[in-house]
């Protein structure tokens, strides 16, 4: 089993930032990636942000947040994060964490979710 615990969600203004956090334990072997997403009201749950295991950790992030976020990984914690900064008011959602581990199949593991509010 896989437990995601996440931290760090909140009310904020526009053009702020907050860090969120998601500690990972359990059964965390093979690991492919870590990552965010988000689900708005009515919308779809997205891609936020994805880093990869190994020794470089490739990251890859949704257009609308490129150059204002940063998911980075702390491998001795087993923790990853997304600092957000200049947030805007249409990343107000629930950012849920993601682990993918690849055991012959893939499987994803997912966190309960932190609610990111930002206001105008």
């Known amino acids: 089993q896989v437990q995601l615990v996440e931290s760090g969600g909140g009310l904020v203004q526009a053009v702020g930032s907050l860090r969120l956090s998601c500690a990972a334990s359990g059964s965390i072997d093979s690991i492919n990636a870590m990552g965010w997403y988000r689900q708005a009201p009515g919308k779809q749950r997205e891609l936020v942000a994805r880093?990869?295991?190994?020794?470089?950790?490739?990251?890859n992030y949704a257009d609308s947040v490129k150059g204002r976020f940063t998911i980075s990984r702390d491998n001795a914690k087993k923790t990853v994060y997304l600092q957000m900064n200049s947030l805007k008011p249409e990343d107000t959602a629930v950012y849920y964490c993601n682990l993918q581990r690849r055991l012959g199949s893939t499987y994803n593991y997912w966190g309960q979710g932190t609610q990111v509010t930002v206001s105008s």
């Open positions: 880093i990869t295991s190994g020794a470089i950790g490739f990251t």
